[in-house]
């Protein structure tokens, strides 16, 4: 694995959140889980992904599973950024405003690449 570029800011220790919801659950006309995402990148962050889970219960201790015929309409989704402090805590009370039901995580996460995809290299062939 290559050094770090100098320019890329988010190397070293960040804070990682990880937001879970419904994959139901709504704001603004359109999925929840795509309001964050749109929240998170109009303000500035570097970057954020969404994950739909294949099983789970939360607060409700309802077992949401895709076993299930019921449940398998509402399977958790999780949000996950890692950024600076800061920018975490900046967004936490749009997200309050936000999220209905769910739960919100915060940890210490080192981050060791963070770049974009680059063009693979040509061959020579041609």
Known sequence: MSAPQATDSLYGERTLMRIHVGETDRYGGKPLYQAIVEL???????GATVTQCI???GA???????????T???MPVVIECAETEEKIHSVL??????IGG???TLERAQVIVHRAATAPESGGNG
């Open 55 to 57: 099983m789970g219960f």
């Open 102 to 104: 769910g739960l919100i």
């Open 93 to 98: 009370p749009a997200l309050d405003e936000m």
């Open 60 to 70: 409700t201790g309802r077992i949401h599973s895709l076993m299930s015929d019921v």
């Open 40 to 46: 998170l990148r109009s303000r500035g962050l570097a």
């Open 72 to 74: 398998a309409l509402d």
